[in-house]
Each structure stands twice: as C-alpha cells, then as structure tokens.
C-alpha cells in the first residue's frame, strides 16, 4: 500500500488463499511407549476383565435369586392349597359315609350323591388324588395300619379293609389311607 491507496499487488496477495493452519489440539502426537504406560495398560485390562467377570456373576446371581422367589411363591400357594384340601377331607368323608346309609327317600340320596360328585370333582380340579386301593399289599408310606388281623386266610401284610381313603395332592402324599392289615403269625 503506498501513500494510503491500495496496489495491485495488495489485492492478489489478499485473493491467495489462507494456508489451512490445524489447531494445536487437533494435532495428535503419539505418547512415547514407556514401561509405565504399558503397564498402566495391564492394569487397565486386568480391571476391565474383574468387572466383567463381576457383572456376569451379579447377573447370573440375580437371575438365580429371580427363579428361587419364583419357585418359592409357587410352593407357598401350592402348600396353602394343600392346606384348603386337607381341611376339607373329613367332609368328603362324611358325604362317602353318608352315601352308604340306606334311605326310604330315593330324591334325597340323589340330590347326596350329585352334591358329592360335584364336591369331589372340585377338589379333583385342584389336584386331589386318592391313593389307589390296588395292589392290596400294605405300603408303610402310603397306608397307616390301625388293625392288625391275625389270619391264615391271607398272606402277610395284605390289606383286608379301608377304614378311611388316603390321598395325594399334586404328587405329594396329602394324607394316609387307614387299613386293616393281615398278620401271619
């Protein structure tokens, strides 16, 4: 610029494109590999590994936990069930015994037996079972023996009478059957 006024040679100076300059930031230089840095490395790696083999045992813990309160509310309903049935059976009884009483009045004992039929068959639905009264030979944990019966007439241990029906709930044993059990002495 002489005198103020702007030259030729001002103007194409300015039309030149600016060297694109990088900030120092965007600069990258590679840390010298030092031993520390290396081990730092491990270290970083090591501690990355700990806590992932933490967090798969946490999960893998609370997924265990998940199915144990799971498996645990299952078997708290189902014992408060087994408790429902079990509390019920000296009615089922009572209607079995009643059943078996001869009447003059063939409408009542009608009206019993679908009352019983339909009672029973509830209780089915829940899972009630009775123990079968085949095979006849007595079974210390599924009969309770209230009468022994000294006889030659039957082998030993056969069950001569049922006194009361025993049942299962859902597999499990609910109550025993009462029998009368021969004895060869």
Do not use: W
């Amino acid at each position: 610029m002489k005198n103020g006024v702007a030259t030729e040679e001002d103007e194409s100076q300015n039309e030149r494109p600016a060297e694109a300059v990088e900030p120092e930031s965007a600069v990258r230089t590679e840390p010298p590999q030092t031993a520390e840095s290396g081990s730092d490395r491990d270290r970083l790696a090591r501690e990355k590994g700990e806590l992932q083999d933490l967090l798969q045992r946490r999960q893998a813990e609370f997924e265990n936990f998940r199915r144990r309160v799971e498996r645990e509310r299952t078997d708290l309903f189902e014992f408060a069930a087994m408790d429902s049935v079990k509390a019920l059976l000296p009615i089922l009884d009572d209607f079995e015994r009643a059943l078996k009483v001869e009447t003059a009045d063939k409408e009542y004992a009608r009206g019993l037996e679908l009352i019983y039929n339909r009672f029973y068959e509830a209780l089915k639905k829940l899972g009630l079972e009775p123990i079968p009264s085949e095979p006849a030979l007595f079974n210390p944990h599924i009969h309770h023996a209230v009468e022994m019966a000294d006889t030659k007439d039957h082998p030993d241990q056969t069950i001569l009478d049922e006194y009361q029906k025993g049942y299962y709930f859902k597999g499990r044993l609910l109550r025993p059957a009462m029998v009368k059990v021969a004895v060869n002495q």
